[in-house]
């Protein structure tokens, strides 16, 4: 995982507020809150149409929530962000392509029970089983 990969799918320094080079680097970014701007730019990297973009982002932060946040996702929500971030870093490594990438995050696969990626990246576990199947995809083993 390459976390200034991670990073620019988020917005990069710019929205980030400072450069990201390490693993260490995200995870105090990810500590101390997301921007909430992060959360848009994953969203409009990921998908295509703008419905699709606004239901992904209330998926990561209901849209209360989100209406309530000025500046700064929690850092709950901030790891659910990182997450589906550095998912979609996995994907575009594994697919050398960011379209093909998009379209494995965001079609059902028959390998994770008929899930979208984008979906299972919710949870911990969800983005362990994707990242699995990314990784055996990657080193051409039985999916």
């Known amino acids: 995982m ?3 990969r991670v990073a620019y799918i988020m917005g990069g320094e710019r ?3 400072r450069r990201v080079r390490t693993l260490a680097d995200l995870r105090r970014a990810v500590e101390e809150g ?3 701007a992060a959360l848009t730019q994953v969203v409009s ?5 703008e419905a699709a973009a606004t239901e992904l982002k ?5 849209k209360a929530t989100l209406h ?6 929690s850092p709950k929500e901030s790891e ?3 997450r589906l971030a550095r998912m979609a870093a996995l994907a575009e490594d594994v697919w050398d392509n960011p379209h093909a990438a998009q379209e ?3 079609s059902r696969q028959p390998q994770l029970g008929n899930e979208r990626p984008v979906d299972l990246a919710r949870t911990d576990l969800g983005a362990r089983q994707v990242e699995q199947l990314l990784m055996k995809l990657e080193y051409a083993l039985p999916a």
Do not use: A, D, K, Q
């Open 80 to 82: 659910r962000l990182e």
């Open 2 to 4: 390459n976390p200034s």
């Open 104 to 106: 494995f995050l965001t």
């Open 15 to 17: 929205t980030l507020g």
């Open 34 to 36: 997301l921007p909430v």
């Open 45 to 49: 990297h990921l998908m295509v149409s």
């Open 68 to 73: 309530r946040r000025r500046r700064r996702l």
């Open 58 to 62: 209330y998926r990561v932060v209901p």
